[in-house]
Structures are given as C-alpha cells and as structure tokens.
C-alpha cells in the first residue's frame, strides 16, 4: 500500500491528512502481520493504531480492554466515524446480536474484557469468524512490575496463541523498561517489535505545590481553567468534602465519584462528567481509565500519587486532545509520613520496589529543576534540562544547600528522644523556652538554640523535605524518629540541598496562563457551533467530543468553509461525521 492510499483512508475515516508521531510506523507494521507493543504517550492516539487496520484489513479486530467504561467510551467515537464495533461485556443487553454480527463478518472493531477473553468459550466463539488482529489496551496490566497488574491479562497469551497467523498489538502509555521488557514476553511479541513513542506531553504543564489550604487553591486552579477537570483526593471521606466545598465556593457543577457510592449514583455522576463542557470530577484514583474524553483541561492531585507511573498516567487524563492542559499537585509531609507507615504491610518481595516508588515520587516533589525532565528520566529518556511549561521552569526556585541546617535538625530530633513532633524540634532549635521544653531539659541539650535568625524561615521547609525524601520518618503517636539516610546526612555522606521559593512581591500575582486559551474568546461564531454541537450530542445520547473536538470548531470558525467540499478538508471531519453532520454546520456558518 502507498502512503497515498494509508493518508487517503485515515482522511475518509477520521478527518486527518497525517498521522501523528509513530502512528503511520505502527499501523504498517500492522498492516504486514507484525507483533509490537508500541509504548505511547496518553493522547498520542492509539485507539487509532489498531481502528484504522481494522477498518481496511478482511476480519474482526479483537480489542482486550480492562473496563468497560473505556469499552463503551471508544464504541460511540468508532461508531460515529462509521466504524462497526461492539462490545461483549457483562453490561450489555445485546449480547446474542453481537455475536450474530461477529459470526456474519459484520464487525470491524469486538471489544471485550481480559476475563472474558481468557475463557474457553469465548476462544472457541473467535474460531467461527476470521479474526485480523488482537489489540490489548493498557497492555502494562499484564506485568507484574506495572502500577495496574491485572492477573487475567497473563491469561492472555493462550488465546492469542491458538491464532498463530494473527498479529498482536499491545498498547500502554505508562511502562519503565522493566515492564516493557516483562510485557514483550509475557504477550510473546519480539523485542524488535518493541516502538517507544516518548513519554512527554508538552501540552500539560507542571506544578507541585504545598498544600496549606486545599480549596483555597483548588478554587484558585477552577478560576483560571473554566473547562473540565478532574481533582483525585486520597479517600472516600476527602471526596465528598471536597466536592461539597468547591461547589459551594466556586458555583461550577462538581459531583464526587467513589467506590463506596451507589452503583447508579457512580454512573450516573460519570455519564454527567462526559457530557460536560465545564464539570469538575472529585474523585479517587479509581475514576479516569475509563474515561476518553479529551477535553479536561486540568488534573489535580489533592495528595500524593502512589507512584510516579500513577502519577503520569493520571495527569494524561489531562489535554488528550492537544490544547494546553495543566497538572497540579498538593502535597503535604503527613502524605509521605502515611505513605513510608504503610511500606510496613506490603509484602517483603515488593517492599524494596515500592519504597523505591515512593523516594522517585519524593524527588519529583523536592526538585528544584524542571519537573517535566525529572519525569522523563524516570521513564529512561534523556531530555533537555528545562521544558518551559513548568513550575520550576515558568518562576525558578533558589537551591541552597540545607546540608548544616538538616545535620541540626537530625540532630535535635535524637537528642531529644525521636518521639516529638515539629512544633517541640523547632522551639529547641530556635531556643524558645516554655513548660514542656524546661520540664524535659531540653534547653539544656548541645542543639537548643542552634540555628540563627537567618536559617529560621528555611525549618518548615526543610522538615517537609527530609520526611519527603525518608530521612525523617513520623512514629505512631506523631513524633518523629531517623529515617533510612539520616545516619549518612549527619556524618556528611548525603547532602540535602532545598528548593526555596522566590518571594512574591507585593501586589504581584503569579503567573497565570488559562489552558483553554486557545478556544477564541467572545467569537460568535464559535459559540454557535459549540451550540449545535451541544444540541446534536444531546439528540444523539453521546458526548459533545464524541461529534467534533474543539479544535475542529476553531479551524471552522477561522475558515468559514462555505461548501460541504470545503467542510470535508477541515481537520477531524470525516467522510461519516459529512454526511451526518455537514449541512447542519455549513447552516450555521451561513447564518453568522
């Protein structure tokens, strides 16, 4: 097949005249029968790898997916750009007319779940129709060493093996190089099949901050980002607060979603999610994978994530669609206190990784240089020093080296017993006299008065810092004790160097960059087609995106195409969404 004809049918079928990234190197390699695992960013378009095969290869492409929100999410965007897909889930009531429609070749797309695929009857279901591909999503579930392990997925290999001509395609954004190596076997896919895209998402931009007031901030972030979001807290209980006290301080719709809701109440609040154009999601972690919807224009983090693979995966539900984004976390020592107290309960063999997780999760949040190339390096890129689209890039902080000031601090905790809290440590170390102190003696101890005036402002700080890293650790009644490298910064082994915030000038506000920027403020044009985009989501039961992306609407407000040619070479309309479409919009374009 020439370029011509590939770049020809991506353009009938989904509207665009070039791929992206190594879309085209993935789908040739579809094309002639070759197993990869492609490793590709979140809104780098991999649905699109294995939907255009399908469309153009004789069979049924069979897509193993881990939730059926993503199913059904994919199904409608398939359908609307005239792909003939299904879904064979538990959640289905069409289940006999599916497999009518599989059996008969009617299907280019069958999505179904990894528990269903791993039966013997559904192995014997494929026999009965030719089969042209198997695509697994989220293909890092398959390992072991993945932040998402789904044991089924290691059924997986069997079923694919009982079709030795049908190539394998498996999909992940989110894979260090030990999972990747670890999914290429358990999948029995060659490592030169192996296509990493780059994990970077230019479009987000970074920033941590400490979290002193969480709605205060949160409220902050929904001021200057009027569209959808998605702000993960720690706990069921924290869903609910949170969601109650934005929506009363902000006025945007903001609804909970966790597993402790009833079954309705969760998919209900999701279906809302998807069809809005400025909701904001409180959720746990649970919330999102099954989620495509493009449009989010921030995630937060209201706690620490679990990992930095967690963390990447869940700051990429932000900006699928390209626009700019942004990804804030808030942070506090307790999240990293909590976080090193349950390293006690994981089993022995995965207690080194996840410590290692959490000492990866604490440098991402105590570096003082660009958080976009710390992230990349993680994942075994080798990026430029700085990004430009993050917080330490937009306003650098000042390093200085805290070693002496730690080496106090450390100091103070063991003299005075490892079983006091911050408050008691820096009345010692200020040399602040009250009841407890002289009661104890501790103005008595080598480290009482210690630090100068000038170190003062840079304490708190540096206790987040050293319980972030584990240098400190936090006992069961909230003291606090040595951590794992306390031993090496005292003797002068490890140094601690801290990133401290410039200070704001008076009246100065930060800066503030809205994500959604790029739709064109105030056009009427605009609006009115976001309008019938609105009204035809809603007549049709799908999500607005699900008709056109934003970016569609804008090339139409800046083009004005005035012809259903014209309106067919506008990006991300395609030779089904024309048909169906076409007038409605070329009608409104007319009229203003």
Same mark, same amino acid.
Request: glycine content about 10%; hydrophobic content about 40%; proline content about 6%.
């Given at each position: 097949?020439?370029?011509?004809?590939?770049?020809?049918?991506?353009?009938?079928?989904?509207?665009?005249?070039?791929?992206?990234?190594?879309?085209?190197?993935?789908?040739?390699?579809?094309?002639?029968?070759?197993?990869?695992?492609?490793?590709?960013?979140?809104?780098?378009?991999?649905?699109?790898?294995?939907?255009?095969?399908?469309?153009?290869?004789?069979?049924?492409?069979?897509?193993?997916?881990?939730?059926?929100?993503?199913?059904?999410?994919?199904?409608?965007?398939?359908?609307?750009?005239?792909?003939?897909?299904?879904?064979?889930?538990?959640?289905?009531?069409?289940?006999?007319?599916?497999?009518?429609?599989?059996?008969?070749?009617?299907?280019?797309?069958?999505?179904?779940?990894?528990?269903?695929?791993?039966?013997?009857?559904?192995?014997?279901?494929?026999?009965?129709?030719?089969?042209?591909?198997?695509?697994?999503?989220?293909?890092?579930?398959?390992?072991?060493?993945?932040?998402?392990?789904?044991?089924?997925?290691?059924?997986?290999?069997?079923?694919?093996?009982?079709?030795?001509?049908?190539?394998?395609?498996?999909?992940?954004?989110?894979?260090?190089?030990?999972?990747?190596?670890?999914?290429?076997?358990?999948?029995?896919?060659?490592?030169?099949?192996?296509?990493?895209?780059?994990?970077?998402?230019?479009?987000?931009?970074?920033?941590?901050?400490?979290?002193?007031?969480?709605?205060?901030?949160?409220?902050?972030?929904?001021?200057?980002?009027?569209?959808?979001?998605?702000?993960?807290?720690?706990?069921?209980?924290?869903?609910?607060?949170?969601?109650?006290?934005?929506?009363?301080?902000?006025?945007?719709?903001?609804?909970?979603?966790?597993?402790?809701?009833?079954?309705?109440?969760?998919?209900?609040?999701?279906?809302?999610?998807?069809?809005?154009?400025?909701?904001?999601?409180?959720?746990?972690?649970?919330?999102?994978?099954?989620?495509?919807?493009?449009?989010?224009?921030?995630?937060?983090?209201?706690?620490?994530?679990?990992?930095?693979?967690?963390?990447?995966?869940?700051?990429?539900?932000?900006?699928?669609?390209?626009?700019?984004?942004?990804?804030?976390?808030?942070?506090?020592?307790?999240?990293?206190?909590?976080?090193?107290?349950?390293?006690?309960?994981?089993?022995?063999?995965?207690?080194?990784?996840?410590?290692?997780?959490?000492?990866?999760?604490?440098?991402?949040?105590?570096?003082?240089?660009?958080?976009?190339?710390?992230?990349?390096?993680?994942?075994?890129?080798?990026?430029?020093?700085?990004?430009?689209?993050?917080?330490?890039?937009?306003?650098?902080?000042?390093?200085?080296?805290?070693?002496?000031?730690?080496?106090?601090?450390?100091?103070?905790?063991?003299?005075?017993?490892?079983?006091?809290?911050?408050?008691?440590?820096?009345?010692?170390?200020?040399?602040?006299?009250?009841?407890?102190? @002289?009661?104890? +003696?501790?103005?008595?101890?080598? !480290? %009482?008065?210690?630090? &100068?005036?000038? *170190?003062?402002?840079? =304490? #708190?700080?540096?206790?987040?810092?050293?319980?972030?890293?584990?240098?400190?650790?936090?006992?069961?009644?909230?003291?606090?004790?040595?951590?794992?490298?306390?031993?090496?910064?005292?003797?002068?082994?490890?140094?601690?160097?801290?990133?401290?915030?410039?200070?704001?000038?008076?009246?100065?506000?930060?800066?503030?960059?809205?994500?959604?920027?790029?739709?064109?403020?105030?056009?009427?044009?605009?609006?009115?087609?976001?309008?019938?985009?609105?009204?035809?989501? @809603?007549?049709? +039961?799908?999500?607005?995106?699900? !008709? %056109?992306?934003?970016? &569609?609407?804008? *090339?139409?407000?800046? =083009? #004005?195409?005035?012809?259903?040619?014209?309106?067919?070479?506008?990006?991300?309309?395609?030779?089904?969404?024309?048909?169906?479409?076409?007038?409605?919009?070329?009608?409104?374009?007319?009229?203003?």
């Amino acid at each position: 097949m020439t370029g011509a004809d590939l770049i020809d049918q991506l353009h009938a079928t989904f509207g665009f005249t070039q791929f992206r990234g190594v879309q085209e190197q993935v789908v040739r390699r579809v094309l002639a029968g070759q197993c990869t695992l492609a490793v590709m960013p979140t809104g780098a378009g991999k649905s699109l790898t294995y939907q255009l095969p399908a469309v153009m290869l004789p069979g049924t492409c069979v897509v193993i997916s881990p939730l059926i929100a993503l199913m059904h999410d994919q199904l409608r965007s398939a359908t609307a750009n005239g792909i003939r897909a299904a879904t064979l889930t538990s959640a289905d009531t069409d289940r006999e007319t599916t497999i009518d429609r599989f059996r008969a070749g009617e299907l280019d797309l069958l999505y179904v779940a990894p528990e269903r695929a791993s039966q013997g009857h559904f192995r014997e279901l494929l026999s009965k129709a030719p089969v042209c591909l198997f695509a697994i999503d989220e293909a890092h579930c398959v390992s072991e060493w993945g932040h998402d392990f789904r044991p089924d997925y290691r059924a997986l290999r069997p079923l694919m093996d009982a079709f030795p001509g049908v190539p394998r395609l498996a999909l992940t954004a989110t894979a260090d190089a030990r999972t990747r190596a670890d999914v290429l076997g358990q999948l029995g896919i060659g490592e030169d099949g192996l296509i990493v895209a780059g994990f970077d998402r230019p479009n987000i931009r970074y920033a941590i901050r400490h979290r002193d007031n969480p709605v205060r901030q949160l409220t902050s972030l929904m001021a200057e980002q009027p569209g959808p979001g998605i702000v993960y807290a720690p706990t069921r209980r924290k869903v609910e607060e949170l969601a109650e006290k934005l929506a009363g301080a902000t006025g945007r719709p903001v609804l909970p979603y966790h597993a402790g809701l009833p079954n309705d109440v969760r998919a209900a609040n999701q279906a809302a999610f998807v069809a809005s154009e400025d909701m904001v999601m409180v959720a746990t972690v649970a919330f999102g994978m099954g989620i495509d919807k493009p449009d989010v224009r921030f995630v937060a983090h209201a706690g620490i994530p679990k990992s930095i693979e967690g963390y990447y995966q869940e700051t990429g539900r932000a900006g699928r669609d390209g626009d700019p984004s942004v990804a804030l976390m808030l942070w506090a020592a307790d999240d990293f206190a909590r976080a090193r107290a349950r390293l006690g309960e994981v089993d022995p063999e995965r207690r080194e990784g996840e410590r290692a997780r959490l000492d990866a999760m604490a440098a991402l949040v105590e570096t003082g240089g660009c958080r976009r190339a710390l992230l990349l390096r993680h994942f075994g890129e080798e990026p430029p020093p700085t990004c430009g689209n993050c917080d330490n890039c937009l306003d650098a902080p000042a390093i200085r080296d805290a070693t002496e000031l730690a080496q106090k601090f450390l100091s103070a905790v063991y003299r005075t017993g490892q079983s006091f809290g911050y408050g008691h440590i820096e009345k010692v170390l200020l040399g602040q006299s009250d009841e407890r102190v @002289l009661q104890r +003696g501790h103005d008595q101890l080598s !480290v %009482f008065g210690i630090v &100068t005036a000038e *170190e003062a402002p840079l =304490l #708190r700080s540096l206790a987040r810092a050293l319980q972030a890293r584990g240098s400190v650790l936090q006992t069961e009644h909230g003291g606090l004790m040595l951590g794992h490298d306390a031993r090496a910064v005292l003797k002068g082994e490890a140094a601690v160097m801290l990133a401290v915030q410039p200070p704001r000038e008076r009246g100065k506000r930060p800066r503030r960059e809205r994500a959604g920027a790029a739709n064109p403020l105030g056009d009427p044009l605009f609006e009115a087609l976001r309008t019938l985009r609105r009204d035809l989501a @809603l007549e049709a +039961g799908v999500p607005p995106y699900v !008709v %056109f992306h934003d970016a &569609t609407l804008r *090339e139409m407000a800046a =083009l #004005r195409p005035a012809s259903m040619a014209a309106l067919g070479e506008i990006t991300g309309v395609g030779a089904r969404k024309l048909e169906a479409y076409g007038e409605a919009f070329l009608a409104v374009i007319r009229s203003n």
